[in-house]
């Protein structure tokens, strides 16, 4: 599964939980527009994904960097960019 994949459900998990947490709201009028501990438990997701999503980054920046630096010939070096891109190529190790 790619990571873009995997955040996507993350972030859907945290869409629906705003969402139940509004429509808890508007049940109740007299109530807060959202309790304290549901804007704590939103914000520590939403903490957490965003940190996950700068690992995932730094991850592929570092593996795009290590490709880059073992090409030889150009088209190595291109092999490398498609990767970082996402078109399918491998950056694990450019071929020959």
């Known amino acids: 599964m790619t990571p873009g994949k995997r955040n996507h459900g993350r972030i859907l998990r945290i869409l629906f939980g705003l969402v139940a947490v509004s429509a808890a709201?508007?049940?109740t009028q007299a109530a807060p527009r959202c309790d304290r501990a549901g804007r704590e438990g939103v914000f520590r997701?939403?903490?957490a994904l965003e940190s996950e999503?700068?690992?995932e980054r730094i991850r592929i920046l570092q593996e795009s960097?290590?490709?880059i630096q073992r090409?030889?010939?150009f088209r190595e070096y291109?092999?490398?960019v498609r990767a970082e891109a996402g078109t399918g190529a491998t950056a694990g190790s450019?071929?020959?």
């Open 53 to 55: 999503s700068h690992r």
């Open 71 to 73: 090409s030889q010939v």
């Open 45 to 47: 997701e939403m903490k």
């Open 78 to 80: 291109r092999e490398c």
């Open 94 to 96: 450019p071929s020959a």
């Open 25 to 27: 709201n508007a049940e």
């Open 65 to 67: 960097e290590a490709c």
